[in-house]
T-cell receptor
Framework: AQRVTQPEKLLSVFKGAPVELKCNYS??????LFWYVQYSRQRLQLLLR??SRESIKGFTADLNKGETSFHLKKPFAQEEDSALYYC?????????????FGKGTKLSVIP | ETGVTQTPRHLVMGMTNKKSLKCEQH?????MYWYKQSAKKPLELMFV???????ENNSVPSRFSPECPNSSHLFLHLHTLQPEDSALYLC?????????????FGPGTRLTVL
């Protein structure tokens, strides 16, 4: 079974400080890698995907195939970044891609 | 309504009841999904429908029965549930193709089984 590990359940940082949310995944073929985010009282939504190499809301994520990691980073945290973040590799199976979600990391940015 | 909608938003049911959750997507997508989100476990994929055909059933107990009458609607029929089935049930949709495309999620149905 595919596994995703997000070791921190809760992460608190001060506003303006760098933030890194860790994610490690089990290797099986070449998964596509995503980060989803859930802001307070909002639905789960895509934050960024590795393949597009975009920077969304100042966040970036670097794929390290050797370490099978896909950590999410932002140089200067903002209060509006407080949310629940899920790392989600997508694996191909039975003709469709399936997302496997980590347990999530709740980021709290302290003013 | 736009995006993915789910009804009801909250549901309380006894173990002997039969109820259904409804999901509707207004995005023209061809794939729909049911997920279970509980406090103690990661978000778990339950069922996948692609062009109205069920392509995945991730070892979900038979007390959960999905139905996809068309590519815009997805139901989850519930009967003889257990208290441990209490959770947030999320529906999502996407446009399936050669590569993976973003899934759009609904707001969820908060289910409590007494």
């Amino acid at each position: 079974a595919q596994r995703v590990t997000q070791p921190e359940k809760l992460l608190s940082v001060f506003k303006g400080a760098p933030v890194e949310l860790k994610c490690n995944y089990s290797y099986s073929g070449s998964p596509e890698l995503f980060w989803y985010v859930q802001y307070s009282r909002q639905r789960l939504q895509l934050l960024l995907r590795h393949i597009s190499r975009e920077s969304i809301k100042g966040f970036t994520a670097d794929l390290n195939k050797g370490e099978t990691s896909f950590h999410l980073k932002k140089p200067f945290a903002q209060e509006e970044d407080s949310a629940l973040y899920y790392c989600a590799p997508a694996y191909s199976g039975a003709g469709s891609y399936q997302l496997t979600f980590g347990k999530g990391t709740k980021l709290s940015v302290i003013p | 309504e736009t995006g993915v909608t789910q009804t009801p938003r909250h549901l309380v049911m006894g173990m002997t009841n039969k109820k259904s959750l409804k999901c509707e997507q207004h995005l023209g997508h061809n794939a729909m999904y049911w997920y279970k989100q509980s406090a103690k476990k990661p978000l778990e994929l339950m069922f996948v429908y692609n062009f109205k055909e069920q392509t995945e059933n991730n070892s979900v107990p038979s007390r959960f029965s999905p139905e996809c009458p068309n590519s815009s609607h997805l139901f989850l029929h519930l009967h003889t549930l257990q208290p441990e089935d209490s959770a947030l049930y999320l529906c999502a949709s996407s446009q399936e193709g050669v590569t993976y495309n973003e899934q759009f999620f609904g707001p969820g149905t908060r289910l409590t089984v007494l």
